[in-house]
């Protein structure tokens, strides 16, 4: 048994963010391990780009209002104890509700996240 010790909390990067959100790294796989567990804190109304997971993604809602919505889909609300799961290549964003600070666990495997256009204010704001 091994007692990991987490790297500090990270701000992330404009390009792939729009607003306030930091990470912190519990679990980086290494060897044959491709398993990647993060905490994300998300400030009112920050979110992330368009995105893909090669392999999937699934979120763990810990704290606030998560908005998620799908290429295409609604913009769906998701609270603390839910999990949201994400197949391989769906195109997605998730943040935090306007209002409300959010924090979930993200769950992934690999590092091919495949980044594409920000957000618009109009795409967010679709869900009120």
Do not use: C
């Not at 997605?92 to 091919?112: I, K, N, S, T, Y």
């Amino acid at each position: 048994m091994e007692i990991l010790k987490p790297s500090g909390t990270v701000k992330l990067p404009a390009e792939w963010f729009t607003g306030d959100v930091w990470t912190d790294v519990l679990y980086r796989g290494e060897n044959e391990s491709r398993a990647r567990l993060n905490a994300v804190r998300f400030s009112p109304g920050a979110r992330t780009a368009w995105h893909t997971h090669s392999l999937g993604q699934t979120l763990y809602i810990v704290e606030g209002v998560a908005l998620i919505q799908a290429r295409g889909g609604d913009i769906v609300q998701a609270h603390p104890g839910d999990v949201v799961y994400t197949p391989p290549g769906e195109q997605h964003w998730h943040g935090a509700a306007p209002d409300r600070f959010m924090v979930h666990l993200a769950l992934w495997e690999g590092d091919e996240t495949a980044w594409a256009e920000h957000v618009t204010d109009a795409e967010y704001g679709a869900q009120q």
